[in-house]
């Protein structure tokens, strides 16, 4: 009985700790947004309610209150009113609470390391919890971070061969995660380009992974690099949109 008394304090503490660390990486990731976030704190979801329960259409209002009542609607609950989204009626998530939220959710979907499904299983309940702020857990998640996934052989595919016959006619692009490693200067993710051909490869250290500034990570690359005729990535919205359009230029 001892044992199993221990076995839970300590899995109390590693989640105490677990929590502590991705709540001082979202800290560090909201001072770096110039949006304000989805996630609103206890104190703003209690305002947020006494102004709907308080709401008058006649009586005289501030722009912010209008779009939070178009934005939410209560509904009420066995206890109290709760916030709801008004077009999707997902519960309102808040920064107090996003942990638990993505920690219950992770869980039940056996610890998928892919933020898409993550985000898909937190999404079917709840509302403003971004893709960076999944990302940050599953950064963290003991379970995820040191394991590695087992390929079932029933889902193995034969492999095609892709033949580069010479320097420039192909290269990769990735990103590597290493928000867990954080630098003091606020570098968090690495840009990998590699030729095909010969395996050279480019790095550059990245502290946002926007479209805009991996575009300007990859131009400085193609500066020095034996531009390619096939540009490959894993079409990630980083690599879109902005990025493709400084490419162009």
Same mark, same amino acid.
């Given at each position: 009985m001892s044992s199993d008394s221990e076995q839970e304090d300590n899995n109390k503490t590693a989640l105490r700790l677990q929590k502590q660390q991705f709540y001082s990486l979202v800290d +560090?990731?909201?001072?770096?947004? +110039?949006?304000?976030s989805k996630l609103p704190t206890e104190t703003q979801y209690n305002e947020y309610l006494q102004l709907l329960r308080t709401w008058e259409p006649k009586a005289k209002r501030t722009k912010k209150d209008y779009r939070i009542e178009i934005k939410y609607c209560l509904v009420a609950g066995p206890d109290s009113a709760a916030l709801r989204k008004k077009d999707s009626m997902q519960k309102v998530a808040t920064y107090e609470s996003v942990f638990d939220i993505i920690h219950s959710k992770h869980e039940k979907i056996s610890h998928a390391r892919d933020t898409r499904k993550n985000k898909a299983a937190v999404e079917e309940e709840f509302y403003? %919890?971004?893709?960076? %702020?999944?990302?940050?857990?599953?950064? %963290?998640?003991? +379970?995820c971070a040191g394991s590695t996934k087992v390929i079932k052989a029933a889902k193995l595919n034969p492999l095609k061969m892709i033949y580069s016959p010479s320097i420039?006619?192909?290269?990769?692009?990735?990103?590597i995660d290493m928000t867990s490693h954080e630098t003091k200067d606020g570098f968090k993710w690495i840009l990998v380009y590699v030729d095909h051909h010969c395996g050279f490869r480019h790095v550059a250290a990245l502290k946002r992974k926007t479209a805009k500034e991996c575009g300007d990570a990859l131009i400085a690359i193609l500066g020095v690099a034996v531009i390619p005729e096939i540009l490959q990535s894993d079409n990630g919205k980083e690599f879109l949109g902005w990025c493709l359009k400084l490419i162009r230029k």
């Open positions: +560090k990731r909201l001072a770096e947004m +110039k949006t304000t403003g %919890v971004t893709q960076d %702020v999944i990302d940050i857990y599953l950064s %963290v998640c003991p +379970k420039g006619c192909r290269a990769q692009m990735d990103l």
